[in-house]
């Protein structure tokens, strides 16, 4: 459980948003060989990252039914947040359905 007086407690998600690419790297796809290959390694990081906070995300929105007031309202804001997040991946697989792109693997 992270305390108040830790490293990082004061960052917010855009002060995040500014170290995280930085620690990892780029992940947009540039259009060199070279240079892709290492934003695909990139990539897999991102992807490790985002699922491992999902999880936890998901763990405490489990929460959202408790009586105690402070433990109900992190689990709802979590409940909230996938709630959404539902929805929002739901509209781009709608979007998105049946497209293909190029899954050759790169070497």
């Not at 990139?42 to 105690?68: C, F, G, P």
């Not at 804001?77 to 959404?84: G, L, M, P, Q, T």
Request: charged share 30%; with cysteine; aromatic share 10%.
């Amino acid at each position: 459980m992270r305390m108040e007086n830790e490293p990082g407690r004061f960052l917010d998600g855009e002060g995040m948003m500014h170290i995280i690419p930085t620690l990892i790297g780029p992940i947009e796809p540039y259009g060199s060989h070279d240079i892709d290959q290492e934003r695909n390694k990139n990539l897999s990081v991102w992807l490790s990252v985002t699922a491992q906070m999902l999880w936890e995300i998901l763990d405490v929105a489990k929460y959202h039914t408790r009586h105690e007031f402070s433990i109900c309202h992190i689990g709802k804001r979590a409940d909230e947040f996938i709630k959404d997040w539902y929805e929002i991946l739901g509209d781009y697989l709608k979007d998105h359905e049946g497209s293909e792109g190029n899954d050759e693997q790169m070497d």
